[in-house]
Nanobody, 121 residues
């Protein structure tokens, strides 16, 4: 069974940095796009950053210049380096990936379980 596990969240002071990791595992044939979303308390889940299999990235305006998304295709992993963190970045962060499971004819959009990031003011 295909799974995504994200990790690396924690408590950090404003202006600090944190690095999130996400690894896909299971019977994977291919991984296409990967990304990170976040959902703050009482708000809708929003896009943070995405990265294609070829390495093209895009970011939400609120994190441009502060966050960097990267991936390691050999490990089926995606990372989010978060710098200059602000209290408004406090959210549960979820990784996602478009994955074709081995033996399947259908691509699926998979999600990690979420990791809490709290930025103190």
């Amino acid at each position: 069974q295909v799974q995504l596990v994200d990790s690396g969240g924690g408590l950090v002071q404003a202006g600090g940095s944190l690095r999130l990791s996400c690894v896909a595992s299971g019977s994977i044939f291919s991984v296409n796009g990967m990304g990170w979303y976040r959902q703050a308390s009482g708000k809708q889940r929003e896009l943070v950053a995405t990265i294609t299999s070829g390495g093209r990235t895009n970011y939400a305006d609120s994190v441009k210049g502060r966050f960097i998304i990267s991936r390691d295709n050999a490990k089926n992993a995606v990372y989010l380096q978060m710098n200059s963190l602000k209290p408004e970045d406090t959210s549960v962060y979820y990784c996602n990936a478009d994955i074709l499971a081995s033996g399947s004819s259908y691509w699926g959009h998979y999600w990690g379980q979420g990791t809490q990031v709290t930025v103190s003011s």
